[in-house]
């Protein structure tokens, strides 16, 4: 069996949550707490596993992948049914751009050691640090919305009637905003989105509340 080295609310590890439960792959859990003690990603035994020190990790018989997206990808290949991207070139192009749109450009910045950073580095405030936070998810969701409201067909989910690789970056992202409390009125399509994910059990089940280790 595959073992996921996760904490609940990394956004990275949630998003391969999502995809291994679409995907129907039983896996072991292993927590990685981001904050006691320092952050137990920076020790030395977890960095024996990632030298990043970030997670999530997945390890897969002698497989070890680090990266998000690069171990949903795996799973895509390894396990193709059920696919988590379409099948012709330009529409999976079109799904990594929207993932990417939030795995690249929102979250980074966002991240628990550039929050970090701000905080013990550079001295900002909490109350800057939420605005810091905020700010980068309405830039992001701002341009998101706009692109999912131009699509020339909308479904059930970010692109199409099918969760996507897309889908899995998206709620993850969702969840951090309401945590923010994002006033999500001017996001009615990423909204709509969301809410139709939380009806499907494999979602649910990668939620943070869900997990071993929630808090």
Known sequence: MSTLYSYFRSSAAY?????????GLDYDTVPVHLVRD???????????LN?????????????????????I?????????????????????????????????IHPIDNLRVLRYLK????????QKNAWYVHWILEGFTALEARLAAQSSQGKFVFGDTPTLADCCLVPQVYNANRFKVDMTSFPRIAAIDAHCQTLDAFRRAA????????
């Open 208 to 215: 943070p509340e869900a997990q071993p280790d929630a808090e």
């Open 120 to 127: 013990h580095e550079l001295g900002v405030s909490e109350a």
């Open 15 to 23: 998003r391969v949550r999502i995809a291994l439960n679409l995907k």
């Open 73 to 105: 990808e795996y799973l895509e290949e390894v396990h193709p049914t059920p696919a988590l991207l379409p099948a012709g070139p330009l529409a999976r192009a079109q799904v990594r751009a929207l993932a990417l749109d939030i795995a690249a450009d």
């Open 38 to 48: 320092g952050g137990e990603q920076l020790k030395p035994a977890y960095r024996a």
């Open 51 to 71: 030298v990043n020190g970030l997670v999530p990790t997945f390890l897969d018989g002698e497989v070890n992948i680090h990266q998000s997206l690069a171990i």
